[in-house]
T-cell receptor, first 114, second 115 residues
């Protein structure tokens, strides 16, 4: 039973346009939400995060939106660049005692076409 | 500064053999995590070390899996009597938990193939 769902396995956009990646979660107790980017043969790289007390966080071309009532998270990349082509993972933090482990979605493969 | 490193980068082994995977976290990071990613799947939590506390082993899939960490440095993940379903990329991450923010930094992973 997946607690974090990324329903689009892939997404293709034109360079310069907006990329929107979506993530849904099931547990309202999650308190911290992250996006990671992964290139082939590399480990995931932290991109941007948001805590449950906010609904928006922006960092350059990347903005994360959090809708707690809908249990929905999205990542906007604008303008998209070919170097953004990668797999994007949504991850949420779940406290289990002192364990700050992350629960991950299956990822969305983004292709930005020149 | 140096990031998280893992070795070997690739490991091919025969079913039934034991393997050891190594992780060198970022210096000063007190928290260390092991995850694995099977083909087409998301990352799956395995084990968590935080300072001198007892590790959280709740994600280990069977008693064939074990991990150790010496102080706040190197960690070793051991898989005994490997099975084909153990084939995956094993990822290590470290972090320095401070307050609400706790960004985990990942190594490049070890790709394990069990024949």
């Amino acid at each position: 039973d997946q607690q974090v769902k990324q329903n689009s396995p892939s997404l293709s956009v034109q360079e310069g346009r907006i990329s929107i990646l979506n993530c849904d979660y099931t547990n309202s107790m999650f308190d911290y939400f992250l996006w990671y980017k992964k290139y082939p043969a590399e480990g995931p790289t932290f991109l941007i995060s948001i805590s449950s007390i906010k609904d928006k966080n922006e960092d350059g071309r990347f903005t994360v939106f959090l809708n707690k009532s809908a249990k929905h998270l999205s990542l906007h990349i604008v303008p998209s660049q070919p170097g953004d082509s990668a797999v994007y993972f949504c991850a949420v933090r779940s406290y289990a005692g002192n364990n700050r482990k992350l629960i991950w979605g299956l990822g969305t493969s983004l292709a930005v076409n020149p | 500064g140096a990031g998280v490193s893992q070795s070997p980068s690739n490991k091919v082994t025969e079913k039934g053999k034991d393997v050891e995977l190594r992780c060198d976290p970022i210096s000063g990071h007190t928290a260390l995590y092991w995850y694995r990613q099977r083909l087409g799947q998301g990352l799956e939590f395995l084990i968590y070390f935080q300072g001198n506390s007892a590790p959280d082993k709740s994600g280990l899939p069977s008693d064939r899996f074990s991990a150790e960490r010496t102080g706040e440095s190197v960690s070793t993940l051991t898989i005994q009597r490997t099975q084909q379903e153990d084939s995956a990329v094993y990822l290590c991450a470290s972090s320095s938990p401070t307050g609400a923010q706790d960004t985990q930094y990942f190594g490049p992973g070890t790709r394990l193939t069990v024949l």
